[in-house]
């Protein structure tokens, strides 16, 4: 089975722009996660999406959002970007029974 | 108190000798255990998930879950160079919300 793939895999912007990525998770899972990486923070959820319905959400502003879509593809957005939101954004899919999650190669967001 | 916590390290251990990484966790019903390891600048990759107490053995690996103590380990036996990274501890709770440690940093010496 192919893996989970993300898009872009690297991008800059700048402060007060909108960003869109883009998740793709491995075939058959229905359950897509976001979490934010920095040095700093470690591993940070985001919020998790199962059947295009957002099932846990974690401790962001309202700047970050998600959908997903009815092939299970997600989308992540943050609007009004901060120089703070730099980061990898990871994007995890599980399926299955107990749910493992498996991990994209990320998207590296630089804001200037 | 975080919901799962490691300590950070840095971790060194010379070639070949056994590494142990230690991980307890505050919700005495989780179910579900991982292992991550995660190079620099890349995405965390699945070792090892583990659900029953007691060892479960993948090759170097070993991971050892006690539930009543709320603690889960990974030894790595004969430790290589190439095993230096981070390595993250993960407990699914409260349905499939994932809750990751911060990570312990390990290098392999040669």
């Known amino acids: 089975k192919a893996g989970v793939t993300q898009t872009p895999r690297y991008l800059i912007k700048t402060r007060g722009q909108q960003v869109t990525l883009s998740c793709s998770p491995i075939s058959g899972h229905r359950s897509v996660s976001w979490y934010q990486q920095t040095p700093g923070q470690g591993l940070q959820f985001l919020f998790e999406y199962f059947s295009e319905t957002q099932r846990n959400k974690g401790n962001f502003p309202g700047r970050f959002s998600g959908r997903q879509f009815s092939n299970s593809r997600s989308e992540m957005n943050v609007s009004t970007l901060e120089l703070g939101d730099s980061a990898l954004y990871l994007c995890?899919?599980?399926?299955?029974?107990?749910?493992?999650?498996?991990f994209g190669p990320g998207t590296r967001l630089l804001v200037l | 108190q975080k919901e799962v916590e490691q300590n950070s390290g840095p971790l060194s251990v010379p070639e070949g000798a056994i590494a142990s990484l230690n991980c307890t966790y505050s919700d005495r019903g989780s179910q579900s255990f991982f292992w991550y390891r995660q190079y620099s600048g890349k995405s965390p990759e699945l070792i090892m998930f583990?659900?029953?107490?007691g060892d479960k053995e993948d090759g170097r690996f070993t991971a050892q879950l006690n539930k009543a103590s709320q603690y889960v380990s990974l030894l790595i036996r004969d430790s290589q160079p190439s095993d230096s990274a981070t390595y993250l501890c993960a407990v699914n709770m409260n349905g499939n919300q994932f809750y990751f440690g911060t990570g312990t940093s390990l290098t392999v010496i040669p």
């Open positions: 995890a899919s599980s399926g299955g029974w107990r749910e493992t999650q498996y």
């Open positions: 583990i659900y029953s107490n």
